[in-house]
């Protein structure tokens, strides 16, 4: 009994740890990410735009709903790093010269601000300082403004607009070769013969304003200034990726916790009924000296809650533990000057009520049928096990068998509601190995298509603003270029009856080489003349088919609105966008042949003297590698990944050990008796074995392709429940994680089975003669 | 006893099955890959830069006079014979008939007359003064041969003499222009008739002093036009040159007789063409990309007949490639398929489904394709796109 | 030693010999004497009944003779061949083929049949008799296909009877087989065996506190505290059926 209550235990302990480190981690997270935003000012509205007087800044703060407003000047600059030859680019943005900016507060972890009679000093952001190792007082070069500086580090500071740093086109951070500089007003203004005037706005709003009418009537203001559309808090890409992760996590918490309560109840209910049964003589004792039933089924009901109660103390140690533990994995992506971490009490409560609760009701018939038992009937014996010829024997393969098998067969028979339970445990402790594999598999091939199968380039180049075609005959030149293609990309607003969307669209040559659309089969699309392909996500948001007429609003240039046909939908798994032909593009916006970058093939060798040449081209604003963006969509979630599939790892085995285990122990006590007696009369342990576990053997290899099956559907629906506008999981499971599932139940199962068959080699021969049942 | 062997030999049989179907699962897969042939094909490499036609020889025709064009119907790409009548101009007619403007004129005559007898007036004026100081000049003078005036006085009423002839000199130039001012003014009004066009005006014909295409028209619509304004150029269609401005460091691979091949000109295919000139110095100029670059002009003749390309314009852009290098059944592989390891160039090869890499020397290479120089024999098949889940001894399979 | 009268020991066979057999275990903190140097013959053919009180050691002798269990000192061989020395793997395989046992409880395979019961010996056997012609010699060919919980205590035990001999053992062991059954089915039971022992001529030891039983015995074995304290020989060997208690 006391192995049987340690694998219950052991499932409960993981299904409370898992439920309170999601949940705690997401209340932590929540929790620090309010404070953080509350103390230092994170603003609800931003706005962009090309270049406004100061005293522009009256009228925004007159829109009503407006509270308090800060402009700024924010650029984009390249910056040279000695020892570190790679393209690097940072945001730069403006810092009041009182030192005291009234939104979007910085956390100062280190050092001081600028100051603003210097200028050539910044703050730093962490996670750069931290990728470069810089400390105040180091330096670096910046091209401001198509001018070399040497700048100073102040100081390296947090700020709540930053709490995950990535590149507005990036598909995941990269904190070496993209950070924040803050720089005083006056030393920013000159630079970009900005004084007097601001390109970016933040504010915040009270709390009862019309967020789209507000965003409305600036938007109003700003236009003739070449605003780009303000935007609220929402859209804003550290707050949406950060909500985004709470949201999984929340699923998670609702997904993975509920298996393990359901199989722990069901443990439960099996190992309880089966102590009252072998207890009944007790029962009935205690019966006819006068305890009524109420006191019987409570006495029981105790030993449950007491089983559950030592799951609940492990697995609220556990939880914590593994919560501070993911939190802090968070926390290195996640960039919080502190981790508050908290556990509110009603998790706890919660937890406790959900598990002696389930407990309860599974063991609920049995702790009636104990309760209500008339004493006299409890002292007799329990009738004997009906046994029948089983339906396999019928179909003929009876013949067949021998005797052990047909035991085999026959108790599977006998309680198929608890086999098929226990088929159903093991089948969903593959299903989690699975789900986990399934994160690293999916994850894999939407990397492998986009980053390998889609784009061949080794390098993409971005220009300042849009740029005339020559460019490309000069890229093309640059010793180590190989190939180059040109891209044009304008921001755009997509819309289809009352629905629209902001989003970019993607103006690439069409026999390119180098930029792919492939289809679901991983062909390449050709893109058309005329008219624009969506990513299919997109196409779904807006409500729109093949062969719509889609209105586009360019946010750029001299911001045309045209009517376009979708001509297509593909699947895309990273980001929604449209997708045109270049010259298609180029008429739509009625200009000559402008492009925006280009892609290029480039000999390694070169890269460095490439890079160098980049930086000194004014026009060119940032280089990106495709190499780096791989690596770093992989380092980014290894981490995570590691832990969720140790975490997965040791779920599944504790159910499959949990299940096997019970059932193992359960048997044998059911089953001592004629097992024994084989022995007796002359069987081996190894035969003996071979019923007891060829029987769990049997279940388990019934389980594992049903877990597969169930695991597959899991997937699916965690795939389907995942899909997000910044990406969409494919169902994609490796031989290799369906492999890995079997080999852990199977190890489990194996492990019990020893467990049992040490037990077995061990029977008393002598006892097991002398005793009735 | 059998039934005994039998069932555990069952269970063995399960048992194997099932850790080699888990084991199989671990098995590294095939990976898919694009395989390519290394062939013999021709290979080209080119020098890419955006060129410009120009007409070689440009003729303008501009307005000879003063006039009022005739509206021109021609129109661009057509043809005109050598002495084809291109242009009618007649005498400026007319303004507008409008009341205003003729009392504007009538008034503009009123003050010319006016302002012509003010001027009339001054000069007479300036004549007397002149006159007077003239013949005060001459007594004065006869007093200071007498020596009864000081030389000071006799200075003075000469220079005022002086002024007072260049005064009247002056009045009587303004008086000319006032004149003509007074005549033009005249002229003017002369020209607002009541009657309108049924005037007889002389006519000028401007013809074509040679055989071509007008390139150009610069207005068309009817109008006074002034001596010397263009109003079309006309060229010969096979007199058009492309004129590329080629990076100095470029340059140096490209010579006279060089092929070229014009794309995206506008129309279908590929024009052909050949250098006639690369200039011998450089200048200076700033990239689309903002860099200060040394360029060097060079200057390529369209040998594709014109008939293809009438709708070449002048000034219009044109894709142009230098053909540096070229050579026929060059062994070669695509560009994709080579990879740095060090300072070597390899490729990975197909051995028996597996990839294999292998060191190549690389000669000429384009944007597409590159010749192996050794490593490789043609039949040989290389992966095209070789990413990081190929290794050495890695199973492969070509995608279909 | 007491040999058997009226027969010289070289022509009968001799199927155990027990010389100072003792068995001691432990229970908590007590030490038991189950056994106290007990000696004894056993020859092939005979039917003898191993009759004292509970606590004289006659299940702890039975369950040494039959492998189930190891003397703490002393010698026992069955054949010839020592089993005192054999380890687990010999004693199981002395099980299988050379003993067959009957015990108080039946001890049956509930989820097989009769017919299947039988099997379950007959498959591991080296030369067995067929299922059904085991289970009619006990009188049960008309319940081959009866699962225990549908068959009556002494039909069980019937069915172990048949079980025990169907893999024609040398030896038949037999724990108070009647202990929990009424007399009537009892002595049916007893038939049974006595009639194996005659027409198989299988050496048989039966256990009982019963001394009425005794009656149908060969020879009667006395056990008293854990020794052997009289052989007594049947002169007369009564049926079962005239047995009463």
Redesign the interface.
């Known amino acids: 009994m006391k192995g049987q209550v340690f694998a219950i235990t052991l499932v409960v302990i993981s299904g409370v740890a898992t439920f309170i480190m999601f949940i705690s981690t997401v209340d932590s997270l929540s929790l620090t990410r309010d404070t953080f935003y509350r103390e230092y000012r994170f603003a609800d509205v931003f706005i962009n735009l090309k270049r406004a007087p100061e005293s522009l800044k009256d009228k925004l703060k007159d829109v009503p709903g407006v509270n308090q407003i800060e402009t700024r000047v924010s650029a984009y600059v390249k910056l040279a790093i000695s020892g570190f030859p790679e393209p690097v680019n940072a945001a730069i943005i403006s810092i009041p010269d009182d030192g005291k900016p009234l939104l979007n507060r910085l956390y100062i972890r280190k050092g001081r601000l600028a100051d603003p009679t210097k200028d050539n000093e910044v703050v730093i952001n962490e996670n750069f300082a931290q990728a470069h190792g810089f400390n105040p007082g180091d330096r670096f070069a910046v091209i401001i403004n198509g001018k070399w500086k040497t700048l100073t580090i102040t100081g390296i500071a947090l700020s709540p607009e930053f709490v995950l740093l990535m590149k507005p086109e990036a598909m995941s951070p990269d904190f070496k070769r993209y950070g924040v500089l803050w720089m005083s007003r006056k030393a920013l203004s000159k630079a970009y013969d900005m004084d007097g005037a601001f390109n970016n706005v933040v504010l915040t709003l009270y709390p009862d304003a019309k967020l789209s009418d507000v965003l409305a009537q600036l938007d109003t203001i700003v236009e003739q200034y070449g605003g780009f559309g303000a935007y609220a808090r929402k859209d804003q890409i550290s707050h949406r990726l950060l909500s985004g992760e709470f949201q999984q996590l929340q699923r998670s918490s609702e997904i993975f916790p509920t298996i393990f309560i359901f199989v722990a109840a069901f443990l439960l209910n099996v190992v309880m009924s089966r102590t009252i049964n072998t207890q009944r003589e007790q029962i009935a004792a205690l019966k006819a000296f006068g305890y009524n039933n109420i006191d019987i089924g409570f006495h029981y009901a105790k030993l449950v809650v007491l089983i559950i109660s030592a799951g609940l103390v492990g697995g609220i140690a556990a939880g914590i533990w593994f919560g501070k533990m993911l939190g802090g994995i968070y926390m290195e992506v996640y960039r919080f000057p502190f981790l508050i971490y908290t556990l509110h009490p009603k998790v706890i409560i919660a937890a406790v009520l959900i598990s002696i609760a389930s407990a309860l009701v599974g063991t609920f018939h049995s702790l009636w049928r104990a309760a209500k038992q008339p004493p006299a009937e409890a002292m007799r014996p329990e009738p004997p096990a009906q046994y029948r010829v089983t339906l396999i024997e019928k179909t003929g393969i009876g013949r067949w068998l021998t005797q052990p098998s047909r035991i085999i067969a026959r108790n599977i028979e006998r309680k198929p509601i608890r086999t098929f339970l226990s088929i159903i445990g093991i089948a969903v402790a593959c299903a989690t190995m699975i789900s986990s594999g399934f994160f690293k598999d999916s994850i894999a091939f939407m990397v492998n298509v986009q980053f390998v199968l889609s784009q061949k380039e080794d390098m993409t180049v971005a220009f300042a603003e849009s740029t005339s075609r020559r460019a490309i005959y000069e890229l093309k030149e640059l010793p180590g270029v190989h190939h180059a293609e040109t891209f044009r990309t304008v921001p755009a607003k997509l819309k289809f009856g009352h629905r629209s969307y902001k989003t970019r669209i993607n103006g690439i040559e069409p026999d390119s080489r180098l930029h792919l659309l492939l289809d679901t089969n991983l062909q390449a699309i050709s893109l058309p003349p005329s008219g624009i392909v969506l990513t299919d996500h997109l196409g779904k948001i807006l409500g729109v088919k093949a062969g719509d007429m889609l209105t586009v609003e360019v946010l750029e240039g001299s911001k045309p609105i045209r009517q376009v046909p979708v001509v297509a939908l593909v699947t895309l798994y990273l980001g929604v966008m449209g997708y045109m032909d270049l010259t298609a593009l180029n008429r739509l916006m009625r200009e000559g042949d402008a492009i925006s970058g280009a892609y290029l093939v480039t000999d390694p060798m070169y890269s460095e003297k490439l890079y160098q040449s980049f930086i000194k081209m004014p026009r060119v604003s940032g280089t990106v590698l495709r190499r780096n963006e791989v690596r770093n969509f992989h380092d980014v979630q290894a981490k995570g990944m590691l832990f969720f599939t140790f975490i997965a790892t040791l779920m599944a085995c504790s159910i499959a050990f949990g299940v096997v285990y019970n059932s193992a122990r359960i048997a044998l006590s059911e089953r001592s008796r004629e097992l024994s007696s084989l022995r007796v009369l002359g069987y081996t342990r190894g035969e003996i074995s071979y019923i007891l576990l060829g029987e769990l053997g049997l279940i388990t290899l019934i389980a594992i392709p049903l877990g597969f099956f169930i695991g597959y559907w899991l997937c699916a629906y965690i795939a389907q429940a995942l899909a997000s506008d910044l990406f969409r999981v494919p169902l994609v499971i490796e031989t290799k994680t369906y492999s890995l599932a079997a080999a852990v139940v199977l190890a489990s199962a194996l492990a019990s089975g020893l467990i049992v068959r040490h037990k077995l080699d061990h029977l008393d021969l002598v006892e097991v003669l002398k005793t009735r049942e | 006893m059998k039934a005994a062997l039998r069932r555990k030999l069952f269970v063995i049989v399960i048992i194997l099955i099932v850790v080699s179907a888990t084991i199989y699962g671990f098995m590294p897969k095939a990976v898919d890959v694009d395989l390519v042939d290394v062939s013999r094909a021709p290979l080209q490499v080119t020098i890419e830069e955006e060129g410009r036609t120009r007409l070689k020889e440009r003729f303008v025709i501009s307005a000879p006079t003063a006039g009022y064009m005739r509206r021109i119907d021609a129109k661009v790409g057509d043809s005109v014979r050598k002495g084809q009548i291109l242009v009618t101009l007649e005498s400026l007619r007319s303004q507008a008939l409008d009341p205003r403007s003729r009392a504007e004129a009538e008034a503009t005559v009123s003050a010319a007359e006016a302002s012509l007898n003010a001027a009339m007036e001054k000069e007479r004026a300036a004549m007397a003064d002149a006159d007077y100081l003239e013949r005060r000049l001459e007594r004065i003078t006869n007093l200071y041969a007498k020596g009864s005036v000081a030389k000071d006085q006799f200075d003075q009423a000469e220079s005022e003499a002086k002024k007072a002839r260049a005064v009247q000199r002056s009045a009587k130039a303004a008086v000319d222009v006032s004149h003509a001012e007074f005549e033009r003014t005249k002229t003017t009004l002369q020209n607002f008739t009541p009657s309108g066009r049924t005037e007889k005006y002389d006519t000028l014909h401007v013809s074509s002093p040679v055989g071509g295409i007008i390139f150009r028209i610069y207005r068309d619509s009817e109008g006074a036009v002034n001596a010397g304004e263009p109003l079309m150029d006309i060229g010969d269609a096979k007199n058009l040159e492309v004129r590329v401005e080629v990076l100095s460091s470029d340059a140096v691979k490209i010579k006279k007789g060089t092929t070229v091949l014009f794309k995206h000109w506008g129309g279908d295919g590929t024009l052909t063409g050949i250098v006639r000139i690369v200039e011998l110095a450089g200048f200076t100029k700033v990239s689309s990309l903002g860099v200060e670059e040394q360029r060097v002009l060079v200057i390529a003749d369209i040998t594709s007949p014109p008939e293809i390309w009438r709708v070449l314009g002048d000034g219009y852009r044109l894709e142009t490639h230098f053909v540096v290098w070229e050579g026929n059944a060059i062994l070669q592989v695509p560009a994709s398929a080579l990879f740095r390891s060090g300072k070597e160039w390899m490729v990975f090869v197909e051995d028996n489904g597996k990839a294999r890499p292998r060191t190549v020397e690389v000669g000429q290479r384009n944007g597409l394709a590159a010749e192996i120089i050794s490593g490789l024999k043609e039949k040989d098949k290389v992966i095209a796109h070789p990413d990081d889940s190929i290794g050495n001894g890695k199973h492969i399979r070509p995608r279909k | 030693m007491i040999a058997k009268e009226g027969q010289a020991n070289d022509s009968v066979e001799v199927v155990f010999q027990v010389r100072d057999l003792t068995k001691i275990y432990e229970m908590g903190e007590v030490e038991v004497h189950a056994l106290r140097g007990a000696n004894l013959e056993l020859y092939s053919g005979e039917l003898v009944v191993l009759l004292g009180p509970s606590g004289s050691g006659k299940s702890t002798l039975l369950?040494i003779l039959?492998g189930?269990?190891t003397a703490t000192s002393g010698y026992v061989s069955y054949r010839g061949k020592n089993l005192t020395k054999a380890n687990e793997?010999e004693l199981?395989?002395y099980?299988?083929?050379h003993?067959g046992?009957v015990?108080?409880?039946y001890?049956?395979?509930?989820?097989?049949?009769a017919r299947?019961n039988v099997?379950?010996?007959t498959?591991?056997a080296?030369n067995p008799m067929v299922p059904e012609d085991a289970l009619a010699l006990v009188g049960l060919t008309d319940r081959l296909d009866h699962?225990?919980?549908q068959l009556s205590g002494g039909e069980q035990q019937r069915v172990a009877i048949a079980?025990a001999i169907s893999k024609n053992p040398e030896v038949l062991l037999c724990?108070e087989p009647t202990g929990?059954l009424d007399s009537k089915t009892g002595i049916v039971v007893l038939e049974a065996l006595e009639r194996i022992n005659r027409e198989l001529g299988t050496a048989t030891a039966i256990i009982t506190h019963n001394a009425d039983i005794a009656g149908m015995a060969d020879r009667v074995v006395h056990l008293s505290n854990g020794r052997i304290t009289e052989v007594k020989v049947n002169t007369v060997k009564k049926s079962p059926c005239e047995l009463q208690w």
């Not at chain 3, 001890?107 to 049949?113: F, H, R």
């Open positions: 369950n039959g189930l269990d793997q199981t395989e099980r299988r083929f003993v046992f015990f108080q409880f001890n049956l395979i509930p989820s097989l049949t299947e099997a379950v010996v498959e591991i080296s699962f225990p919980a079980r724990d929990a």
